[in-house]
C-alpha cells in the first residue's frame, strides 16, 4: 500500500507540533555554563508570557527543549531565555548567537499566579538555574514595585562564579523594599557573603506575621523538600507555597506522558503547584 | 489493515492488497489496531535545514480497518479521547488517520487471558462502522454509521436479518461473557479510591522484583500513548523528520530530568505507576479505566506476571484492610 502524505502549511490546527521560527538577537555568556538569549519573534510580535511559564525550544536536527523564560512580560518586542549546557540540544544552543534561528512553541504551562502576590510579602527561594524563571517573577514585582509588599529573595549557588544575573540583583537589593540574600555552598576566596546551602539563608529572614506571606520555590529537584520543611517551620500555609516542579518533557501539550506526576502532568498542570498540590502528590518533590 | 496468521498460534494487524490473507477467527493479535492510526514510528514534522521552515505531515488516506474485536474498539475509543479533546488539545497527526479510517468491527471468543467482562469492553460498538458477529456459516451485520451504510450497499448479498439470526448473534455474545472466566475482583468505579491508600503495597514492590522494566506489557498495550519525540536528518544535512515512537513508562530512564535525577528511579515505582495510571488516574480522568481486557500484556509479559493478578492482590488488600 502507498502512503501518500499531504502537507498543510500555515493551518494552526495542524500545525500543534510545528515551532513558530524566530531569531537570536543577542546572546550573552553569564557563566561557564549558562547563556542568555534575547529572541525576537516574527514581526517583534510579544511572547505574551506569564512569570513561570516556558517555551519548547526547537533545533532541527537536534530535537527540542523545555527552557523557562527569563525576562519579565513587561518586555516588548523580544523575550530572554537562560539555558545551561546539558546535553545534545543545549550544547547546539550555546554554540549559536545573534542572527541565528531557533524554533519556538509557546509559551506553556500555567505559571506563577503574580495575582496571589500582589498584597503580599514575596518570599522567592531561588537554587542555581531556579534564578531563571524566577528573574520573570521579581522583575514583576519590581516593576509594579506598589503593588506587592516586602520583597525576600534566598538566592543559593554553588560557586561565586556561578551566580547569575549579578547586575540585576545589585539593582534589586538597592530598593530597601527588598531583601536579597545570595549563598554560596562552600567558602570561596575573595567571597565575604554567606556561605551554606541556601535553606541557611532562612535564619537571616524575618516573617511579619501580621500580614500574608506567599513563597515562590525553583531549584534544583534535590532543594525542594528541605526548602518545604523550612517554609513549613515559617508557619506558611500549604496554598501560600508556590513551587515550579521540572520533569522530562517531550510535547509540551499533555500527551506524551513523560512530564507526568502521579495524575498531573507539568506541562499542563504546571510547572507552578501548591504546597497543597505537592502534598497530595507523592512522586512530587 | 487487518488480522493475518504470522506463526502458528500468533496473529498480527498487517496491511493487505489480497482479502484471503485475512483471518476470521483469532483471539487477539500481538499488537493491537492502535497502529494503523498510530505507526510505531509515527512522522510528525518534515524540515527544511536551509530555509529554517517546518510543516506538518498529516496522513489522511482512506483506509480499512478489519476484524477489530470489541475490547479493541474501546482501546481506539480511549485514545480517540486521549489523542482528541482531553486537555482541549487536539492531536492532528492522530486524528488525520482516524478520520480516514473506516472501522468493520468483529465478534471474537476468549482465552483464559481475557477479560473484557471486568472492564466494560465486551459489547463496545461505538467506533465501528459495521459490526460482525459469526452467525451459523454467515455474519450478522451491524451498519453503524454512514461510513458503514455506504460501505453496505456495496454487498448486494446482504439482506435483512431474521428474528432467529439477531437472537443467535445474541447468544453468541452471551456465550463470549460466560466463557470470559478470567475476573477483575472489583467494579471499575470503586477501583481509584481502593488503589490510592495502597500505594505503598508490597505487591508492587514483589512485582517489581519479577519485572525486567522490558516495556513490553505498554508496548503491545491497545491504550497507552506516551511517546518520545525525536529528528532524524537525511545524509546530505539539508532536510529531515521530527518523529514520535512508542515510549514506556516501565523504561528506568523514562522520568530522568537534565540534571540526572530520576523521578521513578526505582523499579517499584515504574511498576505502580502502570496500574495507577490504567486503573487510579486515567479511569478518575476518564471515567473508564485505560485497559480494554485483551490480555495482550500479561500474555506478552516475558516474566509471566498477570496484570489482573497484581491488581486483584492489592484489591484483596485493600479489602482486608477496610474490614479490619
Known amino acids: ?285 | 489493515m487487518a488480522p493475518v496468521r504470522r506463526g502458528k498460534t500468533s496473529f498480527d494487524f498487517q496491511w493487505i492488497d489480497d482479502p484471503s490473507q485475512v483471518v476470521f477467527e483469532y483471539v487477539r493479535t500481538v499488537m493491537p489496531p492502535k497502529k494503523a492510526i498510530w505507526p510505531v514510528h509515527d512522522t510528525m514534522l518534515e524540515f527544511d535545514l536551509k530555509k529554517q521552515q517546518a510543516s506538518p505531515v498529516l496522513d489522511e488516506t482512506p483506509f480499512v480497518l478489519f476484524g477489530i474485536h470489541a475490547c479493541d474498539l474501546k482501546g481506539i475509543n480511549q485514545l480517540d479521547w486521549a489523542m482528541g479533546q482531553r486537555h482541549g488539545v487536539p492531536d492532528p497527526h492522530y486524528l488525520a488517520r482516524r478520520k480516514a479510517a473506516t472501522i468493520v468491527g468483529m465478534e471474537s471468543m476468549p482465552d483464559e487471558y481475557c477479560f473484557c467482562t471486568s472492564v466494560g469492553s465486551c459489547e463496545t460498538r461505538e467506533g465501528a462502522d459495521l459490526f460482525l458477529t459469526p452467525v451459523e456459516s454467515s455474519y450478522f451485520v451491524e451498519v453503524l454509521s454512514v461510513k458503514g451504510e455506504a460501505l453496505a450497499k456495496q454487498a448486494p448479498e446482504l439482506r435483512e436479518a431474521t428474528g432467529d439470526e439477531v437472537a443467535a448473534a445474541k447468544a453468541f455474545i452471551e456465550k463470549k461473557k460466560r466463557s470470559t472466566t478470567l475476573k477483575i475482583n472489583g467494579e471499575m468505579g470503586e477501583l481509584p479510591d481502593l488503589l490510592e491508600p495502597r500505594y505503598q503495597t508490597e505487591v508492587f514492590e514483589s512485582t517489581a522484583q519479577r519485572c525486567y522494566g522490558c516495556g513490553t506489557c505498554t508496548n503491545v498495550c491497545p491504550t497507552c500513548f506516551c511517546f518520545d519525540v525525536d529528528d532524524q536528518v537525511d545524509l546530505l544535512l539539508q532536510s529531515g523528520t521530527r518523529g514520535r515512537t512508542y515510549d514506556s513508562c516501565q523504561f528506568q530512564d523514562f522520568a530522568i530530568v537534565a540534571g540526572g535525577h530520576n523521578f521513578r528511579g526505582e523499579r517499584t515505582d515504574r511498576v505502580r505507576h502502570r496500574w495507577f495510571r490504567k486503573f487510579v488516574y486515567l479511569l478518575r480522568e476518564h471515567g473508564t479505566p485505560f485497559c480494554i481486557g485483551c490480555g495482550r500484556c500479561s500474555k506478552s509479559c516475558t516474566a509471566g506476571i498477570s496484570l489482573v493478578d497484581v491488581l486483584n492482590s492489592v484489591l484483596d488488600e485493600a479489602r482486608k484492610e477496610v474490614v479490619r
Not at chain 1, 527540542?64 to 530572554?80: D, H, N, T
Not at chain 1, 503580599?120 to 519590581?142: E, Y
Request: hydrophobic share 40%.
Open chain 1, 1 to 285: 500500500m502507498t502512503v501518500v502524505q499531504r502537507r498543510f502549511p500555515d493551518q494552526k490546527e495542524e500545525a500543534l507540533f510545528v515551532p513558530e521560527m524566530a531569531r537570536i538577537t543577542r546572546a550573552e555568556n553569564l557563566t561557564a555554563t549558562d547563556k542568555l538569549f534575547e529572541i525576537e519573534l516574527p514581526g517583534k510580535r510579544d511572547l505574551g508570557h506569564k512569570p513561570g511559564q516556558f517555551v519548547q525550544v526547537s533545533i532541527f536536527g537536534f530535537g527540542e527543549a523545555p527552557v523557562s523564560i527569563s525576562s519579565s512580560p513587561a518586555r516588548k518586542g523580544s523575550f530572554e531565555l537562560c539555558v545551561r549546557r546539558m546535553g545534545g540540544l543545549t550544547s547546539k544552543l550555546h554554540a549559536m548567537g545573534a542572527g541565528d534561528t531557533v524554533g519556538i512553541r509557546g509559551p506553556l504551562g500555567n505559571g506563577f499566579p503574580m495575582e496571589d502576590f500582589e498584597g503580599a510579602d514575596c518570599l522567592i527561594v531561588s537554587g542555581g538555574i531556579g534564578m531563571a524563571p524566577l528573574r520573570s517573577v521579581v522583575d514583576t514585582i519590581v516593576a509594579n514595585r506598589d503593588r506587592f509588599g516586602r520583597m525576600m529573595l534566598l538566592y543559593g549557588n554553588r560557586t561565586p562564579a556561578d551566580i547569575l544575573f549579578p547586575d540585576d540583583l545589585k539593582k534589586w537589593a538597592a530598593d530597601d523594599r527588598n531583601q536579597v540574600l545570595v549563598a554560596i555552598d562552600r567558602p570561596a576566596e575573595g567571597w565575604t557573603g554567606h556561605v551554606g546551602v541556601v535553606t541557611t539563608l532562612f535564619q537571616h529572614i524575618k516573617l511579619d506575621t501580621s500580614r500574608r506571606t506567599v513563597a515562590a520555590v525553583v531549584g534544583p529537584p534535590v532543594m525542594y523538600r528541605f526548602v518545604y520543611a523550612e517554609l513549613t517551620a515559617l508557619h506558611l500555609p500549604h496554598d501560600h507555597i508556590y513551587l515550579s516542579l521540572e520533569r522530562r518533557m517531550k510535547c509540551g501539550v499533555g500527551k506524551c506522558g513523560n512530564c507526568q506526576i502521579n495524575g498531573k502532568y507539568v506541562c499542563i498542570d504546571g510547572p507552578v503547584f501548591t504546597g497543597a498540590e505537592v502534598q497530595q502528590f507523592q512522586e512530587s518533590i
